[in-house]
């Protein structure tokens, strides 16, 4: 199984950024899809998840309005758009398969 992130940086308050999952080794249109992100000292938030389906089962409180989760069961791949980034939203972004399998994370850093 192997989940590859990418798609972070660096970025102004107020930019956008996409963020990519690349999947395999495992049924990818099978399984619900997940974004966390976590900050250091704290423990990993869950951000957003979509349903195998493509219908999205969630965002965090604090990312809702701003970020928007999709998936393309044809490429294996699961993404993130983040808008309106605030310097709060700088952490680590993983991506998890299942509840089960876990990407290495991608750096986003918001920061002016």
């Known amino acids: 199984v192997q989940l590859v992130e990418s798609g972070g940086g660096l970025v102004q308050p107020g930019g956008s950024l996409r963020l990519s999952c690349a999947a395999s080794?495992?049924?990818?249109?099978?399984?619900?899809m997940s974004w966390y992100r976590q900050t250091p000292g704290k423990e990993r938030e869950l951000v957003a998840t979509?349903?195998?389906?493509?219908?999205?089962?969630g965002y965090a409180d604090s990312v809702r309005g701003r970020f928007t989760i999709s998936r393309d069961n044809a490429k294996n791949t699961v993404y993130l758009q983040m808008n309106s980034l605030k310097p709060e939203d700088t952490a680590v972004y993983y991506c998890?398969?299942?509840?089960?399998?876990w990407g290495q994370g991608t750096q986003v850093i918001v920061s002016s």
């Open positions: 998890n398969a299942s509840s089960v399998y």
């Open positions: 979509i349903r195998s389906t493509g219908i999205i089962r």
């Open positions: 080794g495992f049924a990818f249109s099978s399984s619900h």
